[in-house]
């Protein structure tokens, strides 16, 4: 019988599709001390690579991985104990480890579960974790922006969901909910997110908003402040009056992986982050029925002209949640420079080394300041 006090610190399930991960950095060494919220590890997944944080506390006894590895979904990479527990029992469980891993006899890992529900006629689809009840704690929700969608969220999703239960939502015209969006409006997106909770029967939540999100999440706290516990804005479009608008065309227009490419880029900081994969999976996106004509719509709502054509900064005036804001210094769409727009409301927390996609780059940090904004609910 395994000693209740070891701890095995498991490969994520970051997204419905992820099935391995490959370790390709230990960010911590054998006999180091470990708290709930330490980085351990730099993991590459199908979609993008990003930092393990840990939910597990005690002495890191020994790694079952190695960088380098390829570990299926819930695959024991780590082993976490008091000091007191004996070696031969850490070895004899790192050796079952192993045997699992070789033999592919891994337990279901959970992760998101996806669900769909409809909201003013169309179908949206959503995810959620964690098995926290809204009467414990305020369950969170996370909105994507532009041509994106819940899977962005795959290393946010996660260590918010040890706390509450944690939602993402494909916007219309986005991932596989309805791609007819209407007149694009704002309102009509933030009336999608409200749909969303009474269909879910949400009376409050903490939302979460990235780019064109984020001016959706504020629009919903405008609108029905009762409704919103906190806000957190990722680069949110809305405020200043910059904004990279043949960007956001080349997007729209994009009709192959190579035209497509070098617009991916100037998502983030590190171009390497662009990788063929996530090309390949906006193409296939881009190639859907409807797609070209919902992302036409909301071009139309995001650009007014070469200028932004969307206000939320006047909405914030009527917002009263607990406010985080984060913004990349390098953000090529929306720059950093737009921040100027809530001096005085709230202090911008400022990533040196993220673009746009600061929520991939940097999720760490992006999820400590949600959580600054949670604990002033």
Do not use: C
């Not at 891994?106 to 179908?123: C, H």
């Not at 809204?134 to 040890?162: I, K, M, N, R, T």
């Not at 007149?183 to 997110?193: E, F, N, Y």
Request: charged share 25%; no cysteine; net charge negative.
């Amino acid at each position: 019988m395994t000693d209740e006090r070891i701890e095995r610190v498991t490969m994520p399930k970051w997204g419905l599709s992820m099935q391995t991960g490959k370790l390709t950095e230990w960010l911590v060494a054998e006999g180091d001390v470990i708290t709930s919220g330490d980085d351990l590890a730099e993991i590459d997944t199908d979609k993008i690579a990003g930092t393990l944080e840990s939910s597990w506390a005690g002495v890191l006894r020994k790694f079952v991985a190695e960088v380098g590895d390829d570990v299926p979904v819930g695959g024991t990479i780590a082993v976490i104990a008091p000091p007191e527990v004996p070696d031969a029992e850490i070895d004899t469980l790192v050796e079952q480890a192993r045997e699992e891993i070789a033999s592919g006899a891994i337990e279901d890992a959970g992760g998101p579960v996806a669900g769909s529900v409809e909201v003013g006629g169309r179908n949206i689809r959503y995810t959620s974790l964690g098995s926290v009840s809204p009467a414990e704690a305020d369950p969170v929700v996370l909105v994507h922006g532009y041509g994106g969608d819940g899977d962005s969220w795959l290393f946010v999703q996660e260590p918010l969901s040890a706390e509450r239960t944690a939602y993402t939502i494909d916007l219309p015209g986005h991932g596989a909910s309805t791609k007819e969006v209407g007149d694009g409006s704002l309102r009509m997106l933030a009336d999608t997110v409200l749909g969303f909770l009474d269909a879910l029967e949400l009376e409050r939540a903490h939302l979460v908003g990235h780019s064109l999100g984020g001016a959706i999440v504020t629009a919903v706290a405008a609108a029905a402040p009762e409704r919103v516990a906190s806000l957190s804005l990722i680069a949110p479009a809305g405020f200043g009056d910059q904004i990279n608008a043949d960007y956001l065309r080349g997007f729209a227009s994009a009709g192959s992986r190579r035209e497509l490419k070098p617009h991916l880029t100037a998502l983030f900081a590190d171009p390497a982050q662009a990788t063929r994969k996530l090309a390949d999976d906006l193409m296939k996106f881009k190639r859907l029925d409807g797609v070209d004509k919902a992302l036409s719509t909301l071009l139309g709502t995001l650009l007014a002209g070469d200028a932004p054509g969307i206000d939320a900064a006047t909405l914030l005036e009527q917002v009263t949640a607990p406010l985080a804001v984060v913004w990349g210094r390098a953000d090529q769409v929306l720059p950093v420079a737009n921040a100027e727009a809530l001096a005085g409301r709230v202090e911008v927390r400022v990533l040196e080394a993220a673009g746009h996609m600061a929520h991939m780059e940097q999720p760490a940090e992006v999820v400590a300041e949600v959580r600054r904004a949670i604990g002033g609910g």
